[in-house]
């Protein structure tokens, strides 16, 4: 395809927040890769916090660590997950980062003694944060989604800095506005008044959207896409429908048959190419929507009220059922709520058990009994990053016989440190963007589960901890049954050559997996992750077993 300039798309939101205009963003990088154009999302964030890294994810959601280890917010999941590329830091940029470079710069007298001011010191850092991703990266589409809605006060410099892109580059700058249409079931009609003002807001802060994408719960008809036209001065062909899915990877889709894609490239005065190669996409979704099979898997967790907090899990387990054509039904289980007394009757209609990743002590209990309950009875099992850690604890507890045993994190004190904090942590004092993240080498022990499952022995997955499997301990585990099937070969703080156990399993069990990495963070549609896809097909076999010893009963009966 013809080189082009780096094109800029910008993506608002109006009227309320949580809209999906990362889903829109995500959807429209779809449709422009499916038709040749090398795309990539980028998301401004406006809190002051540097990073997601340090927020409750109740406040939140999850937190994304990509690649290069950078902790970002949960859009930058569905990036990936659409997209297929992997982000990096300069995917994600927030209000505090923004303040920090600004300041350290003054710091340095880069500003030669003039009033650092908003305008435009702060707004010049925005739109080099925009620029930089695009240099050196030979990008067609640069899609920049700025969060929060138009009209918040910490959403100002974001609006302004836009304005001052369009201005600066012209035709190769385009806004896409994502705002509410509410259907008033009194009244019978939908209402556009919230879009206008919406749009007005922008108009006062000097920014004209080029495209509306409406979000609705009923069809925009003719009238409707005319008068959003004519009060918010766009052609009424750049006013987009966007109604509720039956799931998001449904979006890019929608947004082909609405012709947003088109309408983008008609803007930026690109050439349309071929039509988007869809088929995969397409090929996904109707495994998606037409499953052989169903089972329930569990999802144990300490944030579960919430499903954002465990965003990449979830939608790794609808791709992962997708594969299998097997629809996944998620019982969500709070860990503080499960005891020896009740695990029975919570988990009997479960085929598989996952344990989720998370921090601190509470509902630690309740996830060591799950693990207990699945080890013992043979239910399928994964553990990821604390999950792991809380197997390796409870198979030191109820298998070696250590009924102390703990990670350092949960109990100082503890006599059988299993799981101790990494020398590399042990001096950290700043909890932001301190811990271990980010990708890292993982070698699998040659005929173990694991090297089975991914097909290969060496892999590289990404990684969010402090804590680690203490290595004094191994040789006991592995005489007693659990072994260390994936090890990071490396240096240490002090230089000192170490081996990291990054993965355990219990070989003889249907299936029992703990992984110290983050797996989720690496499924897509395109290539749902091996791990996911394993225990999917394991939970199969569960119920597949479960149902045939129960046949001959209702025979008999």
């Known amino acids: 395809m013809q080189k082009h300039r780096t094109k800029f798309i910008f993506v608002t939101g109006g009227v309320a927040s949580s809209l999906g205009k990362g889903i829109i963003s995500a959807s429209l990088a779809r449709l422009l890769l499916s038709r040749g154009y090398k795309t990539t999302i980028q998301k401004l964030d406006p809190y002051i916090n540097v990073d997601p890294g340090t927020l409750n994810p109740y ?25 297929n590329i992997p982000t ?11 303040y920090q470079s600004v300041i350290e710069k003054e710091r340095r007298g880069d500003y030669l003694g003039s009033t650092v001011q ?55 700058v385009m806004v896409i506005h994502l705002t509410y249409v509410p259907y008033l079931a009194a009244a019978g009609e939908l209402k556009t008044k919230p879009t206008q003002h919406s749009v007005k807001t922008m108009l006062e802060q000097g920014l004209q959207p080029d495209i509306i994408v409406c979000r609705t719960e009923h069809p925009i008809s003719k009238g409707i896409r005319s008068k959003v036209a004519l009060f918010c001065n766009v052609r009424p062909e750049c006013v987009i429908e966007s109604r509720d ?39 996904f979704l109707r495994k998606l929507e037409h499953p052989k099979s169903q089972v329930q898997i569990a999802l144990v967790g300490k944030y579960v009220e919430l499903k954002d907090a465990y965003k990449s899990i979830l939608e790794a387990l609808l791709q992962a059922g997708a594969v299998n054509q097997c629809k996944i039904h998620v019982k969500l289980i709070p860990s503080e709520q499960i005891t020896p007394a009740n695990a029975a009757k919570t988990f009997s209609d479960c085929q598989a058990i996952l344990v989720a990743p998370g921090f601190g002590k509470r509902g630690i209990e309740g996830k060591l009994t799950a693990i207990r309950h699945a080890r013992e009875n043979k239910i399928p099992f994964l553990g990821i990053c604390l999950g792991m850690q809380c197997c390796v604890i409870e198979f030191a507890r109820n ?24 020398e590399d942590q042990k001096k950290v004092k700043n909890l932001g963007g301190t811990m271990r993240l980010g990708a890292y ?56 050559k170490i081996s990291r156990v990054e993965a355990v399993e219990i070989p003889g069990h249907p299936f029992f997996v703990g992984v110290q990495f983050h ?39």
């Open 59 to 83: 406040e939140h959601g999850e937190c994304y660590v990509t690649e290069d280890g950078a902790e970002t917010d949960l859009d930058l999941g569905h990036y990936e997950r659409f997209t």
């Open 88 to 98: 990096s830091q300069a995917n994600n940029v927030t209000t505090g980062r923004i």
């Open 118 to 172: 908003v305008i435009p010191h702060i707004t010049d850092e925005i739109k080099r944060r925009v620029r930089l991703l695009a240099e050196g990266n030979e990008f067609d589409v640069l899609i920049t989604e700025i969060g929060g809605t138009v009209g918040d006060i910490e959403s100002l410099p974001y609006i302004e800095a836009v304005r001052q892109l369009t201005w600066e580059m012209q035709e190769d």
């Open 245 to 283: 899915a039956r799931n998001i990877y449904e979006v890019p889709l929608m947004m082909q048959k609405e012709g947003l894609d088109k309408q983008v490239l008609k803007i930026l005065k690109l050439p349309y190419g071929g039509r988007p190669d869809l088929t995969q996409w397409r090929s």
């Open 399 to 422: 298998v070696l016989g250590w009924k102390t045993a703990n990670s350092t994190e949960m109990d100082v004190k503890t006599s059988h440190p299993v799981i101790h904090i990494m």
């Open 441 to 496: 080498a993982c070698r699998l022990e040659k005929g173990s589960r694991l090297a089975e499952i991914y097909g290969q022995r060496d892999i590289s997955e990404r990684h969010r901890h402090r804590y680690e499997f203490n290595n004094d301990y191994l040789p006991d585990f592995e005489k007693a049954g659990m072994k260390a099937s994936g090890l990071n070969h490396g240096l240490s703080a002090s230089g000192k």
């Open 519 to 557: 797996p989720e963070y690496k499924s897509t549609v395109e290539n749902p992750h091996p791990l996911f896809v394993a225990l999917v097909k394991a939970a199969m076999e569960q119920a597949a077993e479960t149902n045939m010893k129960a046949t001959p009963a209702r025979k008999k009966k």
